[in-house]
């Protein structure tokens, strides 16, 4: 794993890298097993109590279930200090937490890119604050 | 003036007028104004009945301002027809009207736990077309549609778009030009998604019968619904960061929701229909409505297609405007706009694209997260 001290996510509670993986934070509700990402937005199922929902790390490693090239800069408030289009967008499947997460996809070989295979999740680094920490997101790249 | 520097009550004047217009209606009979709110237009644009109601002169009656993303103007119909159905008023007026900003449509808010549209503007990239980049990817794999049959919905709506006097594009398309017009996101092309788009359209609904008399073909509203994302859905909704894995519901489960309350209210079905007008946000969206809304089986839209089975002149007319892809889309008119087209299809106002002995359309929209209308109606 890269060096993350001096790191810091552009908005908190949505990665971890505390374990010394880096994975994202989600909720699971006890009472209906639906897993939640970001952690605060609830998916209950109808009808249920909403009693024991607790915070849980995803696993780090999940299986690429779709995937797009964006060909434009997206516009503001995103921002990152170097040109990263064309970049790949991937939905990347936990299969036990039933949970398909949205991500930057970090490889530059976007034509290796296949439906299926084992990804895992990484930072992506955004640009440089005030601070001097380096403002990250989440993002995931393939397993070599 | 210029179109430029016109404001959103510009464009409502202009649509209301029209309508009164063509109904042959006198402001005064308004009993209920029903408007769509214009959420970048400030107090004005959030007060928009208010605003409408002091350029034609203010009667005292109940305005209600309303939001329901893309299906705003959904929202808006349904309320006019159902404060008629009600007996609250004989005559109620429904508009919406929309001043796009330039270029993609961005976050509106800072809170990122209350606003998860904070975070995938933040930190996720993820303009609104990767979604439907995302499933369009998806339904390749398990469908088989291919980047012609994606092509073909714009070479189709092109068509249509030239002959629609209406039309924002009115330039027709080849299959080579649109296959060969850039990725925005691999699969879509941009010729294959539809832009943002100024607009305003508005719709008068009644019972009086003098009044009905006195309209150039009056059409009926059999059935005006709205739905909302049921649980298990899998699709992957604008704003959001993840969505299930496994299905449980059907994909756009919003607008299945509404078409189906449409089609139980008005006893009327797929089959029925002769003129259908989808939003065709993408060329995605025109596949997997046909599907969505009953009109094939999942994964039969893409021959549908090929067949010919959804042009004018087959049992089911699909977006004979042009669509979406030809007039771009204006949040809050939207959906009016498109009970507008069905309904002049069924008045035979339909010129070079007329659906020929259409009776029944319906008007299917969609919205952000889990927003959507659908409308039927007959002669
Ligand atoms: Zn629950």
């Known amino acids: 794993m890269e060096n993350m001290a001096n790191k810091v996510a552009r908005i908190p509670n949505l990665v971890d890298w505390s374990t010394g993986e880096v994975r994202l934070m989600s909720a699971k509700c006890n009472s209906c097993g639906t897993h939640f990402f970001p952690k605060e937005h609830y998916q209950h199922r109808p009808g249920c109590s909403r009693e024991g929902v607790e915070d849980v790390l995803l696993p780090q490693k999940g299986k690429l279930a779709s995937y797009t090239i964006q060909y434009y800069p997206c516009p503001a408030p995103f ?8 970049y790949g967008i991937g939905l990347i499947e936990f299969e036990e937490e039933k949970i398909q997460v949205t991500g930057i996809i970090t490889e530059t070989d ?15 680094e955004m640009f440089t604050n005030e601070e001097k920490q380096q403002v990250v997101t989440w993002a995931f790249r393939a397993v070599k | 003036m210029g179109f430029s520097e016109k404001v959103f009550s510009d464009f409502a004047a202009v649509a209301v007028e029209g309508a009164l217009k063509d109904a042959n209606i006198e402001w005064k009979k308004i009993q209920a104004i029903m408007a769509g709110i214009f959420i970048y237009g400030g107090n004005a644009g959030h007060l928009s009945g208010q605003y409408l109601e002091s350029i034609f002169g203010e009667t005292g009656v109940p305005v209600v301002n309303v939001y329901n993303a893309c299906a705003t103007g959904s929202a808006a119909i349904r309320m006019a027809y159902n404060s008629v159905a009600a007996g609250e008023t004989d005559t109620a007026l429904a508009f919406g009207a929309d001043v796009s900003p330039k270029g993609f449509l961005t976050a509106k808010s800072d809170n990122a736990v209350q606003d998860r549209d904070v975070i995938r503007w933040k930190m996720g990239g993820l303009p609104n077309p990767i979604y439907w980049a995302l499933e369009c990817r998806k339904r390749m794999e398990k469908y088989g549609t291919t980047e012609e049959d994606l092509a073909l919905v714009k070479v189709l709506m092109s068509e249509y778009g030239a002959k629609n006097p209406d039309a924002r594009f009115k330039k027709p398309y080849t299959m080579e030009e649109v296959l060969n017009s850039v990725y925005v996101c691999d ?5 294959e998604i539809c832009p943002v788009s100024t ?23 059999n059935a005006t619904t709205m739905g909302s994302s049921i649980y298990g859905d899998p699709t992957i909704r604008i704003s959001a960061l993840s969505c299930p894995a496994v299905a449980e519901a059907p ?7 509404a078409s189906r309350q449409a089609y139980e209210k008005s006893g009327i079905g797929p089959d029925d229909i002769d003129v259908l ?6 060329s995605w969206h025109y596949l997997v409505y046909l599907e969505t809304c009953g009109f094939c089986k999942e ?3 893409d021959k549908m297609l090929r067949d010919g089975m959804t042009k004018i002149g087959a049992k089911l007319a699909v977006n004979p405007s042009g669509g979406f892809s030809s007039h771009g889309e204006a949040l809050s008119a939207q959906a009016l706009w498109q009970v507008i087209e069905c309904a002049n299809q069924l008045r035979g106002r339909g010129g070079a694209r007329q659906v020929e002995g259409a009776k029944v359309a319906m008007a299917q929209t969609y919205g952000l997260m889990g927003n959507s209308g659908t409308t039927i109606l007959t002669l």
Not at chain 1, 113 to 119: I, R
Request: charged share 30%.
């Open chain 2, 299 to 301: 994964g039969e839209a």
């Open chain 2, 251 to 257: 994909m756009l489960s919003e607008s299945y929701s």
């Open chain 1, 110 to 124: 976007l034509k290796s890119l296949k439906l299926g295979m084992e990804m895992e999740t990484t930072i992506l």
């Open chain 2, 187 to 191: 699969p879509l092309r941009l010729y």
């Open chain 1, 79 to 86: 921002k990152t200090e170097k040109k990263i289009t064309p």
């Open chain 2, 277 to 282: 007008e989808l939003p065709d946000n993408s």
């Open chain 2, 199 to 221: 607009g305003a359209a508005a719709v008068i609904v009644t019972a009086d019968k003098e009044l009905i008399s006195k309209a150039d073909k009056a059409v009926k509203i």
